[in-house]
């Protein structure tokens, strides 16, 4: 082989190699980087998910009191009552606090999967008659007497599947309502912070479930918008437990910037 054509070969191999390692450089920057893990101690409390999950609990049995609070609540307020009780299993069982012992506790800890799982249970009933059947072991998780909701239970899954994007909608409008009035005068501060961090919380579970996304390209704008509500709802919730009236409105219209843009981009005439 001549001088020139080992020349002409090792260009024209360093050409190769140049252009494979741009194109794969390209890529790897057209793709968003992957979001760090959920902190969910800076979403919503252990505190704040057992005291939701009690409070959710109370909704269930309300709407399975009687047939007909069963069949006015069987399409909307009761699977969103059971689809928030599985996310918040699913929080408390990827939380990142340490939960507290059974014996330190004020009172028992929830079996995050437990919870999650009876929940699903109750969001697939469809009978007045199964979802009544699911009433003793959620009460029994909520109060911290039961472990496991059966012996095909597993820990890990994803935040999708958990409650639907309609109820979650549905959910964040009419908590939305009861911020909205704590904006001007929050009356429990307590509680005011907790229905906050709630909404920062099915925030978490938008970023997830993105099903409604048509194209690959807007995936980034999705996330984005599902991660600026979140982060904001969660400081609407830390300034309300503060008392600091003029941060709880400027991270509010925050959060209600982001949920506006989200749906003027992604929200669809059906």
Not at 33 to 47: D, E
Not at 52 to 72: N, R
Not at 174 to 180: F, M, Q, T, V
Request: positive net charge; contains cysteine.
């Amino acid at each position: 082989m001549s001088h020139s054509t080992r020349l002409f070969s090792t260009i024209a191999l360093t050409t190769t190699s140049l252009v494979s390692g741009l194109a794969w450089l390209t890529v790897a920057m057209a793709e968003p980087p992957a979001p760090p893990p959920i902190r969910l101690s800076k979403v919503m409390s252990l505190a704040d998910l057992h005291d939701e999950a009690a409070a959710q609990l109370t909704l269930v049995k309300q709407h399975l009191d009687t047939k007909k609070s069963y069949a006015d609540s069987a399409k909307h307020e009761l699977p969103r009552a059971a689809g928030l009780l599985a996310v918040i299993g699913q929080a408390i069982t990827e939380h990142d606090s340490k939960p507290a012992t059974a014996k330190s506790a004020d009172r028992p800890p929830i079996h995050g999967p437990a919870l999650r799982d009876v929940a699903l249970k109750l969001a697939a009933s469809k009978t007045h008659t199964q979802a009544l059947e699911t009433v003793p072991t959620l009460q029994a998780v909520v109060n911290g007497r039961s472990g496991r909701s059966g012996r095909n239970e597993t820990r890990q899954r994803p935040w999708t599947g958990l409650i639907s994007l309609h109820h979650i909608m549905e959910e964040l409008n009419s908590r939305n309502s009861r911020l909205r009035r704590a904006v001007r005068r929050s009356r429990d501060p307590k509680l005011d912070a907790r229905n906050a961090a709630t909404m920062a919380l099915l925030g978490v579970v938008v970023a997830a479930d993105t099903h409604e996304v048509k194209q690959k390209a807007q995936l980034p704008a999705w996330k984005k918008y599902a991660l600026q509500f979140q982060v904001n709802a969660s400081a609407t919730a830390a300034a309300l437990r503060k008392g600091d009236a003029a941060s709880v409105k400027t991270r509010y219209l925050k959060a209600a910037k982001a949920c506006a843009a989200c749906h003027s981009d992604f929200r669809h005439d059906e």
